[in-house]
């Protein structure tokens, strides 16, 4: 039975290590527990699933929360706010042409590769600088701030644009 305790303790704790949610980490320590229980009684199998069960569930009660607060104190980084919430009113440069729905086009945004349509419908040539102003699923929907230095373009935040922040290029 030994065997079978130390076997669950090290899949547990490669599952954690996997997620990092800390509750099988705490399965694991009772697993553990349980392993070394039953080298010293090893007819005992309730109570090795016993101890392997209450320290679970006091590790996931009682210590899981500061294990999780520590962790997520020392982790550090950016966060965005919801899950594409921190790409918009970020700028970008376009790859190509980035025209409407039916013109689909490129953007570089932080170093990567972004699929992007115009939110204005009119077309936005290569190397334009952008601003994102929404996010459909995996396409960015993109104002120009410039269109090769053209004037009387509206940016976003204008009457014309969505989302209005302020002013016009010109």
């Keep these: 039975m ?20 800390f509750y099988a980490l705490f399965g694991a ?4 527990a349980a392993a070394v229980v039953a080298l010293f009684v090893p007819s005992a199998v309730g109570l090795q699933a ?13 210590v899981r929360p500061l294990v999780s607060n520590a ?7 950016h966060v965005a ?14 790859l190509d042409t980035v025209g409407g729905a039916h ?3 490129h953007v570089r945004l932080a ?4 699929l992007a349509i115009s939110g204005e419908g009119e077309a936005i040539p290569p190397h334009s ?32 644009a969505p989302d209005g922040a302020g002013g016009s290029l010109g």
């Design 71 to 77: 962790f997520a104190h020392r982790r550090g980084g």
């Design 50 to 62: 016993g101890v392997a069960v209450g320290l679970a569930v006091v590790g996931v009660v009682a």
């Design 81 to 94: 706010r919801g899950v594409h919430g921190g790409l918009i009113g970020q700028q970008a440069v376009t």
């Design 29 to 32: 320590v009772g697993s553990l």
């Design 103 to 105: 013109l689909v086009g």
């Design 129 to 160: 600088t952008v601003v994102v102003t929404a996010v459909q699923g995996t396409t960015l929907v993109v104002w120009p701030l410039d269109i090769g230095g053209a004037q009387g373009i509206a940016s976003p935040g204008s009457k014309d």
């Design 111 to 114: 170093g990567e590769r972004w």
């Design 2 to 21: 030994v065997v079978v305790w130390l076997v669950l303790g090290v899949v547990l704790l490669l599952f954690e290590l996997h997620h990092l949610a």
